[in-house]
């Protein structure tokens, strides 16, 4: 993956060459090989490089063969090799950039349809003075914007907007979002103005400074679902999977793996040394010195069975409290999950040893790999009296956290806040307690669209939220950081379009989630590692937050300078820090929400110049 960046202005005014130099700096990080900017009057591109395919060629941005297109890319077109042979085109590089340009020569924009692969690029169009910006159907490769009356700009990141800018300020309603996502939904950010190009979707911006956005892809529907039996469900998932992993293992440098112990890493790495026999395959996992949560043991036993080289890193409280504040500024929002941060130290463990890693992301989310999936019913039935169900809760004590997060889904109002509410650190009833009113917007068109039965549509709302707007931008951020490429094979659209033509019964099978997954990874794996519980990449907060972190917690949440005491209803905080502390509630989850979002907004005003928090700020208010 690199960092992309560019500026077109409506006023007539060239674009100051030192404004692009600017937005390039900020994304260094994505691309320390190599650096270009490119000037044609109103319209300007930058690029930072991390060199994977052609490393000593294909420098951009780059121009067209015949002078008419200009581009700046990021990502990797895995079936590249492919197109350039049925491409008619004098290529002079052995990379996927110029092929990028060969396909629109031949094709337009629709030829966006023919890449596989993850990727976020601009196109610059002289003859028909457009300029054209490209995301990949699962949204892996991030792409933002941003519109004044005098410009149009893009980034792969925020960051790199915000020299644009004039006066950024926070955009209050997303507040409201990420109490009830843990992320912004796409097309918002946390910035006011600036937008996500959603996942699959191709943006148009002309000379009269219009702007035009569609999608190329869609998932199948549910009327596409096919009626297979579960051999022939797995002898499919197979060769879809074996086809994206062998896509994925493309690169003109070493390409490494993720590997927890779970099904899914495990399952890619036995594939990758199928695959490639002769190649040493280096593996990386995080453990946190915690018998709970620690899945290192179960690391190493699939590193032996599969015959990689194995390496660990073991992430500690201080490794959060050091790197808390600077990785939410690589996030460019609060730190939706404390696994970014065990993410990022996963990354860097592999940057020593290669550039590129396999991870297994997107597994759960296609093929129902969550134990909430097997309650989808339950999203049906209209929604439970909180009182009684509170009352419960508080009964349950920490011992049931996931019966907790249950009970709270299932007494929202309505369909959607229920399907959204298994994810959601904050009820509805609670955010609006929290930020002293309903929200300026809600996003809930993901679950409102989705066809089908109930665990079909969780799945699809997932697929659009909790994957696109949290997972897959933790995962670009946290390895960007560390100046490496994640590439997740179950993202391949072959495997996303073949999960959702598969039935649901062949997900969730006597009760066992991502059946099909699993049944595949039985051709590899002996059964107890196949079968044991899922554990996740969890971090062992709730010690963390009564012991190390607690006086760290208390003094940002209701400090005289926290911004979350300022906004937020104080009295609810000090509760839930008082339930968490005295046993009575396991409240890491929505702790965490409250001091990400803290630490991210004192990390942005300590870097970029924003309005004073006024003395009466509320979420109407605050800047």
């Known amino acids: 993956m690199c960092g992309i960046a560019g500026v077109r202005r409506f006023d007539g005014i060239p674009v100051d060459p030192e404004l692009l130099a600017e937005m390039g700096r900020c994304l260094r990080h994505r691309g320390p090989d190599d650096e270009g900017l490119w000037c044609a009057g109103p319209v300007g591109f930058t690029h930072s490089r991390l060199s994977i395919i052609d490393p000593g ?14 581009i700046s890319f990021n990502g990797e077109i895995l079936n590249y090799r ?3 042979r049925e491409l008619a085109y004098p290529f002079t590089t052995r990379g996927d950039t110029e092929v990028l340009l060969a396909v629109y020569e031949a094709h337009g924009p629709a030829g966006v349809r023919s890449l596989r692969g993850q990727f976020a690029y601009a196109l610059h169009d002289y003859r028909t003075n457009e300029t054209h910006l490209f995301r990949d159907r699962l949204g892996i490769a991030p792409l933002y914007y941003y519109r004044s009356d005098t410009l149009f700009a893009f980034a792969s990141e925020i960051k790199a907007l915000l020299p644009v800018i004039d006066s950024p300020r926070v955009d209050t309603a997303s507040l409201h979002d990420f109490l009830a996502h843990r992320s912004v939904p796409a097309p918002y950010t946390f910035i006011d103005g600036v937008r996500k190009v959603p996942q699959g979707h191709h943006l148009v911006v002309r000379a009269d400074g219009t702007v035009h956005i569609e999608p190329f892809w869609q998932l199948p529907t549910a009327g596409e679902v096919l009626d297979i039996p579960p051999g022939d469900a797995v002898a499919l998932l197979d060769d879809a999977l074996r086809s994206a992993v062998r896509d994925a293992l493309v690169s003109d440098v070493p390409v490494g793996a993720y590997l927890s112990g779970g099904v899914d890493s495990s399952l890619l790495c036995a594939l990758a040394t199928e695959l490639r026999p002769d190649a040493e395959l280096h593996t990386f ?4 010195g915690d018998a709970r949560v620690d899945e290192t043991s179960w690391a190493r036993r699939a590193a032996d069975l ?17 790197d808390w504040a600077r990785l939410s500024w690589h996030r460019d929002s609060p730190l939706s999950e404390p696994a970014d941060v ?3 130290h996963l990354a860097r463990l592999a940057g020593e040893h290669v550039k590129v890693v396999l991870s297994g992301e997107g597994s759960d989310e296609l093929f129902a790999g969550y134990p909430k999936y097997r309650f989808a019913r339950t999203t049906r039935v209209p929604g439970l009296p909180r009182s009684p169900l509170r009352h419960l809760e508080t009964r349950l004590g920490a011992a049931q956290a996931r019966l907790t997060v249950a009970l709270r889904a ?3 109002p309505t369909y959607a806040e229920r399907m959204r509410g298994w994810f959601a650190p904050f009820t509805s009833a609670e955010r609006e307690q929290l930020l002293g009113g309903p929200p300026e917007r809600t ?6 669209d989705g066809r089908g039965d109930a665990l079909r549509r969780m799945l699809y709302a997932d697929t659009h939220t909790w994957l696109a707007d949290n997972l897959l931008e933790r995962g670009d951020r946290m390895s960007m950081a560390a100046s490496v490429e994640l590439r997740p094979p179950f993202l391949d659209h072959r495997v996303a379009e073949l999960a959702f033509r598969m039935p649901s019964h062949l997900k969730i099978r006597n009760g066992t989630t991502k059946w099909v997954v699993k049944e595949l990874a039985r051709r590899h794996f002996p059964a107890d590692l196949v079968d044991r519980s899922k554990v996740g990449f969890k971090v062992p907060l709730d010690e963390w937050f009564r012991g190390h972190l607690r006086e760290p917690a208390f003094d940002l949440l209701t400090g005289p300078s926290s911004f979350v005491g300022a906004v937020f209803d104080r009295a609810m905080v000090r509760r839930l820090l008082a339930a968490h ?3 009575e509630r396991d409240e890491q989850s929505r702790l965490w929400t409250l001091l990400s979002l803290e630490v991210w907004h004192r990390e942005l005003r300590r870097r970029v110049e924003l309005p004073d928090l006024p003395a009466d700020a509320t979420a109407a208010n605050v800047p």
């Not at 996992?285 to 946190?288: C, D, Q, R, S």
């Not at 996003?443 to 409102?448: F, S």
């Open 581 to 583: 502390d005295s046993g």
């Open 443 to 448: 996003v809930l068109a993901p679950y409102r």
């Open 306 to 322: 599969v015959g990689s080289t194995h390496h660990e890193t073991l992430v500690t409280p201080e490794d959060f409290q050091r």
């Open 285 to 288: 996992t995080a453990g946190f």
């Open 342 to 344: 065990a993410v990022y």
């Open 410 to 412: 299932i007494s929202e």
């Open 57 to 70: 060629g294909s420098a951009q941005p780059m121009a067209g063969s015949n002078g008419t297109t200009h």
């Open 82 to 84: 492919e197109l350039r």
